[in-house]
């Protein structure tokens, strides 16, 4: 058995969020493996969680600024991408993994990437801790909540990923920040200030100035393979998930009545 790792490197924020949804589609439709895709921005980009409002972000000051804002096909809150590999892996909801919902998916996921993050001697820790909504901080920025099986390092988040499901899969999208870009955050992100942002976030950097992309990601696909006992080979988009991508990010992801619908 194995799956399938994509490296598909620095993108614009529509692309991004449609290549997700697109091999979303082909996984669950048997058209590919189960596949983790490492990606990264063109630019500093705003995603948005699907249910959250866009009155939380500055649009304005955006626009001006040329940082596009894009909504996520999962959910979750806000993130300020541009200094974090961002990650997404879909699969069906197969045993004995991801056969007994959101909670039990994130918490096999999540093991991983702690073996992963231990690997490269960060000294992390899992959130045992179940939440809804603005619970911590009454932010809209998604690292500045801590739920269940989210990874932090000195009791400050590192990594945060949010999941949508199918009958028949799922798509899970994670960011981890290496590193944090505070002020440019409290001008994206309404009722967010810069010190709490300090005080609740973290980037890999911080801690180890010299992490290393490469070894990120090798450690993580090592990691994968560990937990759920499958090969992952390094693959590329098919020309049905690249024509689906277009598609969507044409009629979806670059739509305002998809990105302001909230």
């Given at each position: 058995?194995?799956?399938?790792?994509?490296?598909?490197?620095?993108?614009?924020?529509?692309?991004?969020?449609?290549?997700?949804?697109?091999?979303?589609?082909?996984?669950?439709?048997?058209?590919?493996?189960?596949?983790?895709?490492?990606?990264?921005?063109?630019?500093?980009?705003?995603?948005?969680?699907?249910?959250?409002?866009?009155?939380?972000?500055?649009?304005?000051?955006?626009?001006?600024?040329?940082?596009?804002?894009?909504?996520?096909?999962?959910?979750?809150?806000?993130?300020?991408?541009?200094?974090?590999?961002?990650?997404?892996?879909?699969?069906?909801?197969?045993?004995?993994?991801?056969?007994?919902?959101?909670?039990?998916?994130?918490?096999?996921?999540?093991?991983?990437?702690?073996?992963?993050?231990?690997?490269?001697?960060?000294?992390?820790?899992?959130?045992?801790?179940?939440?809804?909504?603005?619970?911590?901080?009454?932010?809209?920025?998604?690292?500045?909540?801590?739920?269940?099986?989210?990874?932090?390092?000195?009791?400050?988040?590192?990594?945060?990923?949010?999941?949508?499901?199918?009958?028949?899969?799922?798509?899970?999208?994670?960011?981890?920040?290496?590193?944090?870009?505070?002020?440019?955050?409290?001008?994206?992100?309404?009722?967010?200030?810069?010190?709490?942002?300090?005080?609740?976030?973290?980037?890999?950097?911080?801690?180890?100035?010299?992490?290393?992309?490469?070894?990120?990601?090798?450690?993580?696909?090592?990691?994968?393979?560990?937990?759920?006992?499958?090969?992952?080979?390094?693959?590329?988009?098919?020309?049905?998930?690249?024509?689906?991508?277009?598609?969507?990010?044409?009629?979806?992801?670059?739509?305002?009545?998809?990105?302001?619908?909230r």
């Amino acid at each position: 058995m194995y799956w399938r790792v994509v490296d598909t490197g620095h993108l614009d924020a529509y692309s991004n969020m449609a290549i997700d949804e697109a091999v979303s589609v082909a996984v669950r439709t048997e058209k590919a493996p189960p596949t983790l895709r490492f990606y990264m921005w063109k630019d500093f980009s705003v995603s948005i969680g699907q249910f959250q409002r866009i009155a939380e972000v500055d649009t304005l000051f955006c626009r001006k600024e040329n940082i596009p804002v894009v909504r996520r096909p999962t959910g979750g809150r806000a993130i300020l991408h541009g200094t974090d590999l961002t990650y997404s892996f879909s699969a069906p909801n197969i045993p004995p993994f991801f056969s007994e919902g959101l909670l039990s998916t994130y918490s096999h996921l999540s093991k991983a990437f702690y073996i992963a993050f231990r690997a490269l001697d960060f000294d992390v820790r899992i959130s045992s801790r179940r939440e809804k909504g603005r619970v911590l901080t009454g932010s809209p920025l998604c690292f500045q909540s801590v739920s269940y099986g989210e990874i932090t390092i000195l009791g400050r988040k590192v990594m945060g990923s949010a999941q949508k499901r199918w009958k028949d899969g799922f798509l899970q999208q994670g960011s981890i920040m290496l590193t944090i870009e505070g002020a440019l955050m409290k001008s994206v992100f309404r009722e967010t200030e810069k010190e709490s942002i300090a005080q609740t976030m973290i980037g890999l950097a911080e801690v180890n100035p010299s992490v290393n992309l490469e070894d990120l990601k090798e450690a993580i696909v090592n990691a994968f393979q560990e937990v759920f006992g499958v090969s992952l080979r390094i693959d590329n988009l098919s020309r049905y998930e690249k024509d689906l991508a277009d598609r969507l990010k044409e009629e979806k992801y670059l739509s305002p009545e998809w990105t302001e619908k909230r």
